[in-house]
């Protein structure tokens, strides 16, 4: 007995002392039960259910109708040149489809257009940050959260990470261009499918004996998923835009969570669950998202093909500089379970130019690093590279799958 709590104690000390290096504000205890106060969601009230086991009552009976019909080639097909929120709903979709987009391809009611507005000028302006900590950051952290790399993996999705990446990309970027909310826009045309991908998703992988095999989950992507995915975006970022000393005034950091918070409305996560402000957001992360990061099996092998990807294009960098800003940017306990090989060389330039970087990018230091260019192409290429494998600059379609990933 006294062993266990021994373990206990010290697997307790592991998930706080990787909230510390992830920067992220408390640690909950692992062996928690659902304590988050729905009071300071975006609803103001709630059940107070634990959101594992929630998913998605609207869609998910949907998409096991088209996919049982055999009907999702067709939807596919009539969706494909359904990509503004401006257009029209596509004709051909089945009646009871259309009947769904018609009641959830739209804003809430408390979406707020000036803090909408507000949030895209803010992404403009630091969507260097953004695309390095959405790409290098979130990204190779998806692969140390259990549950989302194994899903991933055993998906259909996780046979094409090149492809599956740039669907995933595609999300972020929409949701940061000046116009994702506006007609011009395609952000909720964006999430609606992504919502009809994650129904689709829930009614397939648990016929998949590899995905069965390895998860502690009868259904995957329940709404505390979702949430868990929004704190590896959204509260990760900021929390480390705030370690950089990135200026952002707090009228930003707001709209920068409204955005997020309308986005995980379109997701279909109920607003019972949708953090208020941002302290809210990290208390939810610290209970659902910190004590989980673990490495595993199909995890390691992602985030290797990942890094990958991101190595096939000249970025002027090696591989050993990609391996170092990982490590920089998620902890060196998080590199460590990733296997990635240490370059003390790159490791030495990234912390010293890096900082010195953002400075002069922010006009706060007159002086240039020397290897400005570099930092500057790279993050650039990183830009583009998961934008439709690179090859178009304006969208990545989104398709529903009708299976999983092959065996073998």
Known sequence: MEAGKLMRNLDRRKVLS???????????DPAKAWAWASKDSVAGSGTGADPEYVWDSATDPLMVSLLQNGQVPAVNAAMAGWVNNGDALPSGLPAELAAHLRTVNKLPPWADPVKLARAADFNRRKDTYLFMLYGLGSG???????REARS????VGGADMKDRAAKTFTFGYDLSQLDAFKPTGQFVVTANKTRLVHGAVRHLLPQSPHWRAVTDQSVPISAADILVTFH???????????????????ADQEAFLHSWQVALHLLGVPDEYIPKTWAAAEAQSAQVL???LAPTPEGLDLAEVLLGLTAEIDLGVTRGFLNEFVRY????????WLKLPRDYA??????????????????????MPG????????????????LNKGSSSTTTPITIPTGNRPAG
């Open 290 to 292: 910190t004590p989980i």
């Open 232 to 250: 590896s975006l959204g509260t990760f970022v900021r929390r480390r835009l705030l370690d950089w000393k990135v200026p952002m005034s707090a």
């Open 329 to 336: 940017v998620l902890s060196n306990e998080v590199g460590d």
């Open 371 to 386: 290897t400005f260019y570099m930092f500057d192409q790279f993050v650039r290429g990183l830009a583009m590279l998961f």
């Open 152 to 155: 991933v993996y055993w998906s």
């Open 346 to 367: 790159a490791a030495a330039l990234v912390r010293t130019v890096w900082p010195a970087f953002i400075l002069f990018r922010e006009g706060l230091s007159p002086v």
């Open 140 to 146: 190779i952290m998806s692969t140390v959260i259990p």
């Open 18 to 28: 990787l909230g510390v290096a992830l920067g992220l504000v408390g640690a909950a």
